[in-house]
């Protein structure tokens, strides 16, 4: 089988028994709602980025997210340059990363939603070293913040993971193509056969 690709991009996978599949039409990467539709078609976690800014619980949900390296053990956000969140968080000492579970999605739109009015029902523990985390979530990160850098209107910060707590059988929630979604967990080996 092979990949079968023009000047109007991949053509999908070409044989003598299946033909040509559908192809995606092109679009410029210049237009917004093209673009956001693009990179929406990768689903991808949402994590919650909290601490204590003076006795008072801050954070947002960020669904860039990426294990970065194991020596050190870092992870990286990437959060838009127009947040007004970001600045209060990137002060703090310890940062909680909450991965949130498949039950969630209430919590992700209150952290999306107006600033003043994100923990007004959301439940939050705090950490001995004030990063903040919630439960419900499958992953907990303390982190430190190590490093930033700008990409474009975003920036990308790069964490280094203090302590961490886990549940690795937990369902995380999923967001894919602007909504939220479930893995299939019926039992099938992800190696091909």
Known sequence: MTMSINEHGPRGPVNANSGLQPQPVPVAPTDPQALREAFGSYPSGVIAVCGMVQDHPVGMAVSSFTSVSMAPPLVSVCLQTSSR???????????????????????????????????AEVHWETTGEGAVVLPG??????????????AGDHTIALLEIDRLWALPSAEPLVFHGSRFRRLDNSDRSAVPA
Do not use: D
Not at 88 to 112: F, H, I, N, T
Not at 137 to 150: F, G, I, K
């Open 137 to 150: 979530a499958v992953t907990w990160y303390a982190c430190t913040l190590r490093a930033e850098l700008p």
């Open 85 to 119: 969140t970001w600045p209060k968080l990137r002060q703090l000492p310890r940062l909680g990363l909450s991965v949130l579970g498949e039950q969630q999605g209430a919590v992700c739109r209150a952290l999306a939603g107006a600033e003043e009015n994100r923990f």
